[in-house]
């Protein structure tokens, strides 16, 4: 029975990892239905070369910060209890790789290739997996000085907060350090409107984004026998939540309605197994109305150029559903308990910090060093051109 439970446990978990994986084509094609087409094999090339590059700097650097494990050791010793070490890696790893490609929306259509490569080295090596560690390792004692001081530890199911606030505020630095597209706001006070390139591929990328989601949340039991089906089906109304708000709210924009269950999914992460259903059907409605309210805000008041809105969907979002788990997580909304607003609050903002003053350090001396941004003359032309010497759907044919 043990080596059937050891076998199960590491299928469980590869199927999360396979499925959190696929999550990526989902960031992709989100990002590439969103940017002019211009820019289109740019957004493809990011999210694969990104993934490949979190994938060398977890391995070597990044799980080890966070769990203490080493895989410098034989393959024998590796492939112990099924490879269960290995399979948690991977599922893990498509967490942390999910960091890079949330900064990729943000700073899409004008940032360098390479400097964002360095950038995601460091953040998955290091600055990520240092708050990982922390809240779901138990690092440095701060999970016990939050219990010893609320009464609860901080709790993120996952990764409302390690994940996409993390991911959300490492970006929006970035995003300001890099400055607005060419001509996105004018001299006169006018905005030019820069829509979405190609609605269906952007759909698509929501949707596979969604439908992976299922992995992200449900699979973060890590085991078997700790399976919730209360995760789902939290995760499912926390979806259509955010889909019917960000209707309502962005009267009917394809673009709002398509991230709407991206901010529900976002929100949830955290209190997925803990709430009540129809708490998670207003978690996620909450979540719709802040990305269409501050996205709008964002873009045309405070002239913030988020290209695909990660810092309201992710950054803010994810705040929400730090704070929402002590909340709609309490016995007294429905929630299992066992939570502490205080406890949220608290663990919640230290993300946030952390996240922004990690943002603000590596994309400040990337930008003071190598520079962040592509000429005037390369953006123009733009990145497909510029980077990768093709578009997406070349104008001339070759004929033999």
């Known amino acids: 029975m043990e080596a059937l439970k050891q076998g199960s446990d590491a299928l469980f978990i590869l199927l999360g990892g396979i499925m959190v994986l696929a999550m990526h084509a989902g960031f992709a094609f989100l990002e590439l239905g969103t940017v002019r087409k211009k820019n289109q094999v740019n957004a493809l090339v990011k999210i694969l070369v990104d993934f490949s590059v ?13 769990y203490g494990t080493s895989f410098f050791v034989g393959a ?8 269960y070490e290995l399979v948690k890696f991977f599922f893990l790893l498509t967490f942390a790789a999910a960091i890079p490609a949330i900064i990729s929306g943000g700073i899409a259509e004008r940032a360098k290739f390479w400097p964002q490569l360095i950038a995601t080295a460091v953040i998955v090596g290091l600055i990520y997996p240092f708050f990982e560690g922390i809240v779901w390792n138990q690092h440095y004692g701060v999970q016990a000085w939050i219990k010893a001081t609320t009464g609860a530890e901080f709790h993120d199911f996952a990764g409302s907060v390690v994940v996409h606030a993390i991911g959300g505020w490492l970006a929006l630095p970035a995003v300001i350090l890099l400055g607005a597209r060419a001509n996105r706001y004018r001299k006169d006070g006018s905005i030019s409107a820069h829509p979405p390139s190609n609605i269906p591929f952007l759909a698509l990328g929501a949707w596979v984004l969604t439908v992976g989601w299922f992995g992200f949340n449900v699979m973060s039991a890590q085991t078997i026998d700790k399976i919730s089906g209360l995760v789902a089906v939290n995760s499912l109304m926390a979806m259509v939540g955010g889909t019917l708000v960000a209707l309502a709210m962005g009267k009917n924009d394809p673009g709002f309605i398509h991230n709407g269950p991206l901010a529900g999914l976002v929100a949830v992460c955290a209190g ?4 009540h259903p129809l708490g998670a059907l207003m978690v996620g409605g909450v979540a719709g109305a802040i990305f269409v309210a501050m996205f709008t805000l964002t873009q045309n008041k405070w002239k913030i150029d988020d290209v695909l809105g990660v810092w309201p969907l992710h ?3 994810g705040t929400w559903g730090g704070l929402a788990a002590g909340i709609f997580g309490s016995q007294a909304l429905g929630g299992l308990g066992g939570v502490s607003f205080s406890a949220q609050l608290i663990g919640t903002a230290m993300g946030v910090a952390w996240a922004a003053l990690g943002g603000l350090v590596v994309y400040g001396l990337l930008k003071a060093t190598m520079g962040l941004r592509l000429s005037q003359e390369e953006e123009y032309e733009g990145a497909d051109l510029s980077i990768h010497r093709i578009g997406s759907t070349p104008d001339r044919e070759v004929n033999w």
Do not use: H, I, P, R
């Open 315 to 317: 950054g803010l979002c």
């Open 272 to 275: 997925s197994d803990l709430m």
């Open 76 to 83: 024998e010793q590796l492939a112990a209890k099924n490879g």
């Open 54 to 66: 979190s994938t060398v700097a977890y391995f070597l650097v990044g799980y080890g910060v966070a």
